[in-house]
């Protein structure tokens, strides 16, 4: 009885863990990805604190902008914990984010896992993040130079370069892996794609249209 008890309070700790949105706090000072480790958690498994380096807390060369030449013209370099295994369990990182000059567009996009707050050193933006059902209300919002947004947990958001210059903005993260979810990418770029008859269908399309734009995402972001 007292296994069952243990076993049934085990399960419904694990469920109220998986209800938290943003990463579980660290039980230690840090846990440092172990990449070696075939084990598979929630976040990835420790390294031995005795062999962490300083260079398990690094990652170099964020003065240099990403190539914006490729269509939609933004560039993502994002130190998450893929890039820095001192990020594990930590619940935030960083990115850095280039737009080509007039219309340089960081598509519209979800992070399952994060907030975003992001702020803008060269250029200027126009940004919005669009709330949930029943609403669907924008917030949008023209940054310079030193200006801020947040773009909530989960919510779709995107960052548009409406000026002549190239912009540069970088953004903390609220998880150590914010996840990515591309809206356009998601919907006619999946891979084997949707049924056009359900996207025609959802977008009030044709379904040459939607045949067009899924050849279009398959290949493309
Ligand atoms: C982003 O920029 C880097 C560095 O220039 C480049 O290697 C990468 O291919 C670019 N990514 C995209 C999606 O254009």
């Known amino acids: 009885m007292a296994t069952y008890a243990l076993v049934l309070f085990?399960?419904?700790?694990?469920?109220?863990?998986?209800?938290?949105?943003?990463?579980?706090?660290?039980?230690?000072?840090?846990?440092?990805?172990?990449?070696?480790?075939?084990?598979?958690?929630?976040?990835?498994v420790c390294k031995n604190a005795k062999e962490v380096k300083p260079e398990d807390f690094f990652f170099p060369g964020l003065d240099k902008a990403g190539d914006t030449s490729k269509n939609p013209g933004s560039n993502v370099t994002l130190v998450n914990v893929e890039k820095i295994a001192g990020l594990n369990t930590l619940g935030i990182s960083l990115a850095r984010i280039d737009f080509a000059p007039y219309g340089g567009l960081n598509p519209p996009h979800i992070h399952p896992r994060a907030t975003e707050v992001l702020t803008v050193m060269?250029?200027?933006?126009?940004?919005?993040?669009?709330?949930?059902?029943?609403?669907?209300?924008?917030?949008?919002?023209?940054?310079?130079?030193?200006?801020?947004?947040?773009?909530?947990?989960?919510?779709i958001h995107f960052q548009f370069?409406?000026?002549?210059?190239?912009?540069?903005?970088?953004?903390?993260?609220?998880?150590?892996?914010?996840g990515l979810i591309t809206v356009a990418k998601a919907v006619f770029g999946s891979n084997p794609p949707i049924s056009d008859d359900v996207l025609a269908k959802a977008f009030q399309l044709d379904k040459k249209t939607v045949d067009r734009l899924q050849a279009q995402f398959l290949n493309s972001s």
């Open 10 to 44: 085990t399960f419904l700790a694990l469920v109220s863990i998986q209800a938290f949105a943003s990463d579980p706090s660290p039980l230690q000072d840090f846990c440092v990805a172990d990449r070696k480790s075939e084990v598979f958690v929630n976040g990835l």
């Open 122 to 155: 060269e250029g200027a933006l126009y940004v919005g993040f669009v709330t949930s059902a029943p609403d669907f209300k924008l917030f949008s919002k023209v940054l310079n130079k030193g200006d801020v947004f947040v773009f909530p947990q989960g919510l």
């Open 161 to 178: 370069n409406i000026g002549a210059v190239p912009a540069v903005a970088f953004a903390g993260l609220s998880s150590q892996n914010p």
